[in-house]
T-cell receptor, first 111, second 119 residues
Framework: KQEVTQIPAALSVPEGENLVLNCSFT??????LQWFRQDPGKGLTSLLL?????REQTSGRLNASLDKSSGRSTLYIAASQPGDSATYLC??????????FGPGTRLSVLP | EAQVTQNPRYLITVTGKKLTVTCSQN?????MSWYRQDPGLGLRQIYY???????DKGDVPEGYKVSRKEKRNFPLILESPSPNQTSLYFC??????????????????FGSGTQLSVL
């Protein structure tokens, strides 16, 4: 059964810093992986979706990479801003299966 | 505007009083799903539907019912709510479910959530 972990559980950085969030999964035969952002008490917003055939996806200051062989994905946020403060979740999907979500990393960007 | 709409946003009820949380999407999505989110346990899937009249259990289906009579609607029913069902509930949808060969069609869109308290 697929298991997804995220490290660190929480992260606090000063504004302007570049940062990396990590996502690990146990079954490397994935179909795709999504990164989400969740603001407190709100729904999840999909940030990036990486297909199994891709190594990375970029959207603005966000870059997500995928290394299936090692069971890892990273979300890189460049030049962080206070508005980036939120919880970031990754979700992994195997073929024909539902998404399995990680526990999330709570990010605080300090002005 | 493309969106997933859940109602109500907040709900306080008492043990045993039947309730329904509605979910509607306007994107002609085939796949819809319900999740609950609890501190320390993360997001767990309750039920999902791959199309009209097709529903299946997720990881934590006990105490819940769903129906999918129309493509756009996927209500969550608690026939006899109990305090352990106090949680934050999310509905989500995507254009398709795995197997159609287009991975990007599985981008998940979430509703704003329903905070349920069962006393």
């Amino acid at each position: 059964k697929q298991e997804v972990t995220q490290i660190p559980a929480a992260l606090s950085v000063p504004e302007g810093e570049n940062l990396v969030l990590n996502c690990s999964f146990t079954d490397s035969a994935i179909y795709n992986l999504q990164w989400f952002r969740q603001d407190p008490g709100k729904g999840l917003t999909s940030l990036l979706l990486i297909q199994s055939s891709q190594r990375e996806q970029t959207s603005g200051r966000l870059n997500a990479s995928l290394d299936k062989s090692s069971g890892r994905s990273t979300l890189y946020i460049a030049a962080s801003q206070p508005g980036d403060s939120a919880t970031y979740l990754c979700a992994v999907k195997n073929y024909g299966q539902n998404f399995v979500f990680g526990p999330g990393t709570r990010l605080s960007v300090l002005p | 505007e493309a969106q997933v709409t859940q109602n109500p946003r907040y709900l306080i009820t008492v043990t045993g009083k039947k309730l329904t949380v509605t979910c509607s999407q306007n994107m002609n999505h085939e796949y819809m799903s319900w999740y609950r989110q609890d501190p320390g346990l993360g997001l767990r899937q309750i039920y999902y539907s791959m199309n009209v009249e097709v529903t299946d259990k997720g990881d934590v289906p006990e105490g819940y019912k769903v129906s999918r009579k129309e493509k756009r609607n996927f209500p969550l029913i608690l026939e006899s709510p109990s305090p352990n069902q106090t949680s934050l509930y999310f509905c989500a949808s995507s254009l398709s479910f795995g197997g159609q060969g287009i991975s990007t069609n599985e981008k998940l869109f979430f509703g704003s959530g329903t905070q349920l308290s069962v006393l």
